[in-house]
């Protein structure tokens, strides 16, 4: 072999990406950083609605969960949700394991972007939604064994659901379901599989479900619109390409959204005489959610219907957990999963092919009632069913099989429920301060540092316990047994790790406790 062809055979491949619009491709891996950008918005939104001593294990199972899934999209969940040459229409197999051969060639769901780029995009719907499934861990489950149940449950349910619906060969593809961006695999599998995880975890106890409230509604807010600004990207990226049907999509996604929240702020002050923030953000990511399947399929005016039905429908729908007696903490069924299953439903009956052609791909969809195709709602609801029980059934049996193996058992433990999640599994917390509390009767008495566990302790052994608040923020009186009659200080809180009562200090002492991140020393002032 000559210098010549032996330097022709290690030359560099060269990939030919003539074929695609720089427009195009430039647009999706925008819209990929828009979608990856909704993951911490879950988190704050999450931490926003938890209580205090568990806010921050909610951030840290969104963002963990995230990595666990890059991980396990890159090894084989692409390649189960996507690869084309599986042709059971169930799952897909193992031909694109660790990427290979995702490279240059026409994605398989649309010829506009390279099948590296499509890849990427939808990885980003995966972790959006074990995202949102992490909902169902607030305040009483284990946050490691929940990485373990992430990591199968994306590659035994959400990639099958994926390829029902968005593989060459899946069935759902093929029969003609119409699932824009996700109905069946994100939104009910998230709120479905939240339902199933709550179930088998269990109920919180009676204390921590007594006058519960989210601990910082500023952080429910930020959330819900870092959410919103997310899903623009989400919804409009699905279209695969920069064209009128991505921002039909996105105007629909918009139209949904208000509706739904100004009708669910409505209905609660209708109930309850206030018009409540958390209520507005609720009502806003059910119309949102709604959005997610039908965006790219109905006229704007059907989105207006869209977003009032699904704030109706999913505002009384959080009632139903307590029918069910399932301790559904952040109403991920109500609000996922009902939705996805209202904007799946939707499509049956207002799709319209003036605007599924706007991508100037798809022209040969029908439609749904509006246009005639009478069988597209009975597809639509079979889909509908389908999901919704293959996703709870294998959801509830990953978790009872995780719940008997020694080391993985979901739940904590009560004394974990009893002084926060944060504090039990992640030793840090969303606020870090020193909490001093003073008891005073009669004269007696004398400043004591407590911990969450400690005030609990001593609520069981007097009987009593306030009912206004957090139920944490009962006070009792050590010297007496009885409720104090003088208390300064703040909310005592699972910062405090000092776990026996001590010998109150006089004025002018000082109260050393040892702290996670050092030494804190408190001087007992003089009142």
Not at 163 to 185: E, F, N, Q
Not at 257 to 266: Q, R
Not at 479 to 503: A, D, F, I
Request: net charge negative; charged share 15%.
């Amino acid at each position: 072999m000559d210098a010549t062809s032996g330097a022709s055979h290690l030359s560099p491949r060269v990939v030919d990406q003539s074929s695609y619009n720089p427009g195009d491709v430039a647009f999706v891996a925008l819209c990929s950083a828009l979608v990856y950008f909704m993951v911490p918005g879950l988190a704050f939104l999450y931490s926003g609605l938890a209580r205090r001593k568990s806010a921050l294990s909610l951030l840290w199972v969104c963002v963990f969960s995230n990595a666990i899934i890059i991980f396990q999209w890159f090894f084989w969940g692409y390649s189960l949700a996507f690869s084309s040459s599986a042709t059971n229409g169930f799952i897909g197999n193992l031909r694109h394991i660790g990427l290979k051969d995702v490279l240059e060639a026409p994605s398989p769901g649309s010829p506009r972007i390279p099948e590296l780029l499509y890849s990427f995009f939808h990885l980003e719907y995966c972790c959006v939604t074990v995202a949102i499934l992490m909902g169902a861990v607030a305040e009483r489950g284990r946050v490691m064994p929940a990485m373990v149940f992430v990591f199968i449950w994306a590659t035994v349910v959400y990639c099958p659901v994926a390829y029902w619906a968005w593989g060459v060969h899946g069935w759902g593809l093929k029969w003609g379901v119409l699932d824009y961006a996700g109905g069946g695999p994100v939104e009910i599998g998230a709120g479905v599989g939240g339902l199933a995880y709550s179930l088998v975890l269990g109920r919180r106890s009676q204390r921590e479900l007594v006058n519960f409230r989210p601990h910082n509604v500023s952080l429910v807010c930020l959330g819900t619109f870092m959410l919103s600004f997310g899903w623009i990207g989400f919804i409009a990226g699905s279209t695969f390409g920069a064209n009128l049907r991505a921002v039909m999509a996105a105007w629909n996604t918009a139209i949904a959204g208000a509706m739904s929240g100004i009708v669910w702020c409505l209905l609660d002050f209708r109930h309850h005489r206030k018009y409540t923030m958390v209520g507005f953000c609720s009502g806003t990511i059910a119309g949102l959610v709604a959005a997610t399947p039908s965006a790219g399929y109905i006229p704007p005016w059907a989105s207006v219907i869209l977003g009032i039905i699904a704030g109706v429908s999913c505002n009384y729908a959080t009632k139903v957990k307590h029918w069910l007696q399932v301790d559904d903490a952040l109403d991920l069924f109500a609000e996922h999963g009902l939705s996805g299953m209202i904007g799946l439903i939707f499509n049956g009956i207002f799709a319209a092919d003036y605007i599924i052609s706007l991508d100037s791909q798809n022209a040969g969809v029908k439609g749904g009632w509006i246009k005639h195709n009478w069988k597209q709602l009975y597809i639509q609801i079979a889909y509908v069913a389908a999901c919704s029980g293959y996703v709870f059934v294998v959801t509830a049996i990953i978790c009872k099989v995780l719940d008997i193996i020694p080391g993985l058992s979901l739940r904590g433990s009560e004394e974990a429920e009893i002084v926060g999640i944060d504090e039990w599994d992640i030793g840090e917390f969303v606020q870090d301060y020193v909490e001093v509390y003073r008891s005073f009767d009669s004269g007696v008495g004398g400043p004591m540092m407590l911990s969450a566990y400690d005030m609990e302790m001593a609520k069981r052994q007097s009987g009593n316990i306030a009912t206004t608040g957090d139920p944490t923020t009962a006070y009792p009186d050590f010297t007496t047994g009885s409720p104090s009659h003088s208390e300064v200080g703040l909310h005592p809180g699972p910062q405090l790790y000092n776990r026996h009562p001590r010998t109150p200090p006089s004025d002018g002492d000082t109260m050393t406790e040892k702290r996670a991140n050092g030494t804190t020393t408190v001087t007992n002032e003089p009142l």
